[in-house]
Each structure stands twice: as C-alpha cells, then as structure tokens.
C-alpha cells in the first residue's frame, strides 16, 4: 500500500512540474512579448520625435532666411522714392555758369547730396557702372541704340540715367545708349 500511496504523488509532483513549466513558458513568452511590443513603441516614438525636430529645425531656418530677406530689403519701396530725389540733386549741381547767388545754393546742394551718398552707401545701395561696360540687360535698359565707330559692338555709349542695386538686387536700371 504504500508504493500504491507513492505513486499518485510522484504524478501529482510531475503534473505539477510540467503545469509550472508550461505556465512559466507562457509567462516567459507574454514577458518577451511585452518587451518587444514596448521596444517596437520606443523606437515609434524615437521617429515621431526625430520627425518632428526635423520639421522644426526646417521651419526654423526658413524664418530666418525670410526675416534677413525682410530686413535686406525693407528700405527698397522707400529708396525707390528717394531716387528722383536724388536725381533732380544731382541735375541742380550741373548747373553752368551759376552766378555767386546760385553757387552758395549749390555748395547746400552737394552737401545734401554728399549726405544721400553716405546714407545710400550704410545701407547697401550702390550706383550701377556703366561707363566703358558691356551692356547687361539685367543691369541696363536700353534705350537707344546707334552705330559708333569708337565703341565696341554692345557696349555702352552714354549713360541717360544712373541705376542703383541694393545689395545684390537691381532697384533701378541704368538707362543707356548702346552701340550696335
């Protein structure tokens, strides 16, 4: 009798053990894939997040070109104005012949002008060449054309009016002559 009580124990304690290890199978599975479920999620928020500072750094950098692009060129509308201004100084200190009157107002006027200059010159704006240059049409405009045996083929022969760039961009072009 008591091999017969030893027998249904030594089962018992082997169910027992392969119900544990089976068990501990299953927690060992359920463990590895929790683990991978969470690395898999990690690495989904690791490229959100790469994703998104992508974008922002992007945005970041365009902002800033647009804001230096507003400041290169926030003054252009109210140089465009001045120009005339500029312009018709210029035409008053051509003036031939001025009696002793006329040239005090002149000596003001080139003062003023010399002024204009430095203020234009501080901000970036820069007269146009033309003279003894080839004619760019992305920097002249021309407006007449004639037939000269002392110039070049396409090169400038009178400046009308003076252009101006402001850094690198063209306000104004220069109004020119050309020889054919």
Same mark, same amino acid.
Do not use: C
């Given at each position: ?45 690791? +490229? ?10 992007? +945005? ?8 230096? !692009? ?33 040239? +005090? ?73 050309? !020889?054919?």
């Amino acid at each position: 009798m008591s091999e017969e009580m030893k027998e249904p124990e030594v089962v018992e304690e082997v169910e027992q053990e392969v119900v544990e290890e089976t068990e501990s199978e299953v927690v060992e599975e359920t463990s590895e894939d929790k683990i991978a479920k969470l690395e898999q999620e990690a690495n989904n928020w690791k +490229t959100d997040y790469y994703k998104v500072f992508a974008d922002m750094e992007n +945005t970041k950098r365009r902002l800033q070109n647009e804001h230096n !692009n507003a400041m290169k060129f926030m003054m252009q509308s109210f140089i465009e104005e001045l120009l005339p201004v500029v312009d018709n100084f210029e035409r008053a200190m051509l003036v031939e012949n001025p009696s002793e009157e006329v040239q +005090t107002f002149i000596k003001g006027y080139e003062m003023i002008y010399q002024q204009l200059k430095a203020v234009f010159e501080k901000q970036g704006i820069t007269v146009i060449e033309t003279a003894g240059k080839e004619f760019d049409p992305s920097l002249h405009q021309a407006v007449m054309s004639v037939s000269d045996e002392n110039f070049e083929s396409n090169m400038i022969v009178e400046e009308l009016q003076k252009g101006y760039m402001l850094k690198d961009r063209v306000i104004r072009a220069s109004l020119v002559k050309v !020889n054919q």
